[in-house]
């Protein structure tokens, strides 16, 4: 396994990971109306669900010797919730990218890959269900 360019993919995943923790929160702060009783406790879940995930990749990183970034991506402030939305379905759709890829060089790895796995199916999951929402 190359070991730095796991951790390079570690820490591209962690940042868009503290991404989603500031999204989803900024959504739970800012949803108004009648989608408010519909959509904050999703936002407020989900950005739960992604503090857990940075945490748990953060924490991989430093196991595998590398230094955790505390990099976080420009999120768009729209109050528009089915913009919110669709941010939140490309966001959940490169994280579930970037865990299979960082997936495909794990190798020898096992516990890497079943961490990776896991993160796969979690992000996989989000995307159907921002999809069926969407719909
Ligand atoms: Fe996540």
């Not at 991989?60 to 939140?88: Q, S, Y």
């Amino acid at each position: 396994m190359n070991k730095e360019q796991v951790i390079a993919e570690l820490n591209a995943i962690l940042s868009l990971e503290y991404t989603a923790v500031l999204q989803y929160t900024y959504q739970s702060i800012v949803v108004r109306g009648l989608d408010m009783s519909r959509f904050l406790p999703m936002f407020q879940a989900e950005a739960a669900e992604s503090l857990t995930h940075a945490r748990l990749v953060g924490e991989k990183i430093v196991a595998l010797g590398g230094i955790p970034t505390a990099e976080v991506h420009p999120i768009d402030t729209t109050t528009d919730t089915r913009r919110m939305l669709e941010n939140d379905l490309r966001m959940e759709t490169e994280a579930a990218k970037l865990y299979a890829q960082a997936l495909s060089h794990a190798e020898d790895d096992v516990a890497l890959r079943v961490m990776l796995e896991n993160q796969v199916e979690a992000e996989t999951a989000s995307v159907e269900a921002l999809k069926r929402l969407l719909a």
